[in-house]
T-cell receptor, first 114, second 115 residues
């Protein structure tokens, strides 16, 4: 069964610091990759997605992620975080081979200090 | 365009009671997915439904849990004879087509507490 690992449980940054959240998955075939964000008290929202093509994906609010197939990774980055980025971030994988269920990582809580 | 709606947002049940969780997909979406999030865990897939059909229930516990998505009305996740271990957040998602090519849009979740 496929699995998704998010390396950091809780990340604390000051405003304007750069962000990188790690995500690794265990499936060896074709994958679709997602990052979702959950702001306090709100539902999961899609930040960005990768299905095919350019492995550097740009999402909303200045976030981007890079798919590195050889490393089974899809790390999320943002050059300069804001206090409003405080949220929980989830990496998710869909194997894409007749499967539609998403496999989620455990999430990373990001706290940005003003 | 309204998003995925779930109700209730919070549900408290005593052990042995039934819990019914409702999900209305986004307008135009005919595919519904249910996920469960236990404390300190990521979301776990439970079931995938289309109108009047259960497509994949491989993530559903074998007993006490059932799901439906009727021709009319919301999708329902039913948990019979709840136990404390059922306490979790239950999320519904929808997509216009199957999730292979379209992202899933999530509702706010129902937080079930079993006392």
């Amino acid at each position: 069964a496929q699995s998704v690992s998010q390396h950091n449980h809780h990340v604390i940054l000051s405003e304007a610091a750069s962000l990188e959240l790690g995500c690794n998955y265990s499936y060896g075939g074709t994958v679709n990759l997602f990052w979702y964000v959950q702001y306090p008290g709100q539902h999961l929202q899609l930040l960005l997605k990768y299905f095919s093509g350019d492995p550097l994906v740009k999402g909303i609010k200045g976030f981007e992620a890079e798919f590195i197939k050889s490393k089974f990774s899809f790390n999320l980055r943002k050059p300069s975080v804001q206090w409003s980025d405080t949220a929980e971030y989830f990496c998710a994988v869909n194997s894409g081979a007749g499967s539609y269920q998403l496999t989620f990582g455990k999430g990373t809580k990001l706290s940005v200090i003003p | 365009n309204a998003g995925v709606m779930q109700n209730p947002r919070h549900l408290v049940r005593r052990r042995g009671q039934e819990a019914r969780l409702r999900c209305s997909p986004m307008k135009g979406h005919s595919h519904v997915y249910w996920y469960r999030q236990l404390p300190e865990e990521g979301l776990k897939f439970m079931v995938y439904l289309q109108k009047e059909n259960i497509i994949d229930e491989s993530g559903m516990p074998k007993e006490r849990f059932s799901a439906e998505f009727p021709k009319e009305g919301p999708s329902i996740l039913r948990i019979q004879q709840v136990v404390r271990g059922d306490s979790a957040a239950y999320f519904c998602a929808s997509s216009p087509r199957d999730g292979q090519s379209y992202e899933q849009y999530f509702g706010p979740g129902t937080r079930l507490t079993v006392t």
